[in-house]
């Protein structure tokens, strides 16, 4: 008989939720940082190393970026971005 996968829960539909507002709320500032040229570089990259560290801390780093989502994630990410550049005429890859 096979067994069917399934995700682990992480909590509470409000623990879920939280956890979405978060992922959102941290992607949202360190956009704004990147892009404001009124905020320093330092605010920026302390914040972006600091989930870098994050994730370069889990157990089996992997598991993540071997997996299809993360895959997936990344050559979309490339194809939207080399996308841009070739419309603002810039070489592309």
């Known amino acids: 008989m096979a067994t069917k996968k399934t ?3 992480l909590g509470s539909a409000k623990d879920n939720a939280e ?3 978060f992922a959102h709320h941290l992607a949202e500032v360190i956009r704004i ?3 404001n040229p009124i905020l320093p570089a330092c605010l ?3 914040l972006a ?3 870098c560290n994050f994730e370069n801390n889990l157990p089996s780093l ?3 970026s071997e997996s299809e989502p993360h895959i997936l994630l990344t050559i979309n990410a490339f194809i939207e971005q080399t996308a841009a550049q070739a419309e603002k005429g810039g070489a592309r890859r």
């Open 49 to 51: 190393d600091a989930f």
């Open 62 to 64: 992997a598991r993540v």
């Open 44 to 46: 920026y990259n302390d």
């Open 7 to 9: 995700t682990p829960r």
């Open 19 to 21: 956890l979405q507002n």
């Open 33 to 35: 940082a990147r892009d």
